[in-house]
């Protein structure tokens, strides 16, 4: 069985590190020796992962000026050489690799390894991110790098209270991901109910934060998420600051937050930083959007398939007019265009910006004014459509539910009229109140969890 401890001998303990990185071209070591030739200390590092000035100055040059002065280079005096702040002994082989992969420098010396902080990789820039502009507000977001994140959101909140633990998940990726919340702010069961299910979750290898998502989710069937989302370290700020609890990933600008409400849905990061008047009004606008998008197709159905007695006698006739020639019936019209409209859609978020900008201009107004003037589709359902695709936008969020409610309704006032269209909307709302979020209910108006003091259970 291969050795996998560290037994006190550089030249042995090196050599056990370099047998894991025997095919990796960018695996680097310098060899500090004495005048016989004998090893008397190693740095080992990964070129690319690691800051070479701060390698050079903090590690690898002190190592070399203790034993140019003669000075033996053991563990004991390692911490008085090194000047390096993060400096940790490592006791297996495998630890120190971890080490080594994520950035830090190997120190090998009589007695022991070592691994110094010297972490430096290529990142972007603090930007806003594209999904979450505001026109007030700070222009920042996350990055891939956890601990920057996690900076951003202790630079708003400067408090004790604020409790940072780190957990690390998959065997090839070791990707850290930190759970913070506020001491005294967030309900202790849903903190200790998050870590249980992360803890129990299936320890695949971990890339982005939305597979973390999927572990943690109540009800995986549900086409309403119960996790947020943001890309905002001050949404964070506010939400940890409600009760929240939240995660951030490594490698993924995106952070989670339970429990999440579906009230939240309908809330943007601008609310934040504007009156309770307007920030009102635009929640009512964006709720106003979501029911428009959803129940309106159906009621066009209901009311041209059963119950024409429900229109003017003029728009009857307009509706009938413009419907002469059609080949397809109307609910077939309703999908067909919204589906044609969410492939558009979709293909103008994938393009690049302008190439987006002139195939949704071409869509919206080409498309859909060759598709009347051929006969595909009446122009009652142009309108329709185009109302229940703008309104959607007011709330994207839960544009996956908002589409497969829309498609569910559509399709049972297809069937059974009116009475389809009340059963679906009963049972939209009994799915909605059924759901949870981490024990919270899903339509509960209040921020934090639904216990108030902390058991000692769950301490």
């Known amino acids: ?35 016989d030739g004998k090893l008397v200390c190693a740095a080992a590092f990964l070129d690319g ?8 100055q903090s590690v690898v040059g002190p ?19 090194v000047s390096n702040c993060e400096l940790s002994r490592a006791k297996t082989g495998e630890e120190l690799a971890r080490s080594v992969m994520s950035g830090d420098t190997a120190v090998f010396v009589p007695g022991g390894a070592f691994a110094a902080g010297t972490k430096k990789w290529p990142k972007r820039g603090v930007s806003e991110p594209r999904g979450e502009t505001v026109v007030r507000g700070p222009r920042e977001g996350f990055l891939e790098n956890a601990l920057d994140n996690v900076s951003m959101v202790r630079r708003r909140l400067k408090t004790g209270d604020l409790r940072v633990e780190e957990l690390s998940f998959g065997a090839a990726t070791g990707t850290r991901v930190y ?107 964006r709720f106003a959007g979501f029911a428009l998008s959803v129940l309106v197709p159906a009621l066009y159905v209901a009311a041209v398939n059963y119950h024409q007695e ?41 393009s690049p910006g302008s190439v987006g900008q002139a195939l949704s201009v071409v869509g919206t107004l080409i498309i859909g004014q060759a598709a009347v003037e051929a006969k595909f589709v009446s122009a009652p359902v142009v309108i329709i459509v185009a109302l229940a695709g703008t309104t959607s936008m007011l709330a994207t969020a839960v544009t996956g539910a908002l589409i497969a409610a829309r498609t569910a309704l559509i399709v049972l006032t ?16 009994a799915h909605l109140v059924s759901l949870d979020s981490v024990g919270v209910p899903y339509l509960s108006l209040r921020r934090t969890a639904a216990g108030d003091a902390p058991d000692a259970a769950v301490r």
């Open 179 to 285: 759970l913070l919340s506020l001491r005294g702010r967030a309900d202790e069961r849903v903190r200790c109910e998050l870590k249980r299910r992360l803890a129990g979750a299936p320890q695949r290898e971990v890339l982005d934060s939305n597979v973390l998502a999927e572990q943690i989710r109540d009800h995986g069937f549900s086409p309403f998420k119960t996790v947020g989302v943001t890309e905002r370290p001050d949404a964070v700020a506010a939400k940890l600051l409600e009760g929240r609890v939240a995660l951030l990933c490594d490698g993924s600008p995106a952070a989670l937050t339970v429990p999440y409400l579906f009230l939240e849905s309908l809330q943007t990061g601008e609310d934040y930083y504007t009156g309770y008047l307007y920030a009102s009004f635009s929640r009512l606008l």
């Open 414 to 429: 297809a069937l059974f009229g009116l009475p389809g269209f009340a059963a679906g909307c009963l049972m939209g709302a």
């Open 1 to 35: 069985m291969e050795r996998d401890a560290f037994g006190g001998d550089p030249e042995e303990d090196l050599r056990l590190l370099a047998g894991r990185f025997a095919e990796d071209a960018v695996f680097r070591v310098r060899r500090v020796e004495n005048e």
């Open 310 to 350: 429900l229109l003017p006698t003029a728009l009857l006739l307009s509706v009938s007019k413009s419907r002469q020639g059609v080949p397809f019936p109307t609910v077939l019209e309703l999908l067909l265009l919204l589906g044609a409209f969410d492939v558009l859609r979709e293909a103008s978020l994938r």
């Open 63 to 81: 190592l070399a000026a203790a034993a140019a002065a003669g000075r033996a280079a053991t563990a004991k005096t390692l911490r008085t050489v």
């Open 49 to 56: 992962m690691t800051d070479g000035l701060l390698t050079a």
